[in-house]
């Protein structure tokens, strides 16, 4: 299902990218692979942690790319959930620890 807001990327935005600047392209290209490569941490471990991130840092095409990966490498769905549920504990850790700014500005009395 096509979502309009977040369009898909063609064959045609990649040449484009590619064109426009190879050396960084290319380097990014194997960066990626050399990212996800089995070595202390294996494939699934790799796109679980992978999508978890996606879905701190909110990105659509990295949430598609990583869960279809993740599943390619053998990640289960329950597992892929379970990552989805440790980036939603940690995205909401991080304001629950921020409150301490809010609690120190209160507790000081600082209203202006």
């Known amino acids: 299902m096509a979502d309009l807001r977040f369009p898909q990327g063609t064959r045609a935005h990649a040449e484009r990218r590619h064109a426009l600047a190879p050396e960084a392209d290319d380097a990014f290209r ?56 440790v980036a939603a504990e940690m995205r909401a850790g991080a304001s629950f620890a921020h409150s301490i700014k809010a609690l120190d500005l209160m507790m000081g009395d600082t209203a202006e």
């Open 30 to 85: 194997a960066f990626s692979k050399a990212v996800f490569a089995a070595g202390a941490l294996d494939v699934p471990t790799k796109q679980l942690i992978a999508v978890a991130v996606a879905h701190v840092t909110q990105c659509p095409w990295c949430i598609e790319g990583h869960v279809k990966a993740a599943r390619r490498a053998g990640a289960s769905d329950q597992q892929i959930m379970e990552a989805i549920w």
